[in-house]
């Protein structure tokens, strides 16, 4: 389950499992895998 607190610096942060979390990065990379590797071939 996700929620969303408020950071001491006033952000909104997320508050999910490591899990989730990692499930969720994993889904992020994979789906901009060429445009980040456009990127990171440039610098």
């Known amino acids: 389950m996700s929620r969303q607190v408020s950071s001491p610096g006033g952000e909104l942060v997320r508050s999910e499992a490591p899990s989730e979390l ?3 990065l994993v889904a992020h990379l994979r789906q901009n895998r060429t445009l980040l590797r ?3 071939v440039v610098r």
């Open 22 to 24: 990692l499930r969720e």
């Open 38 to 40: 456009e990127e990171w």
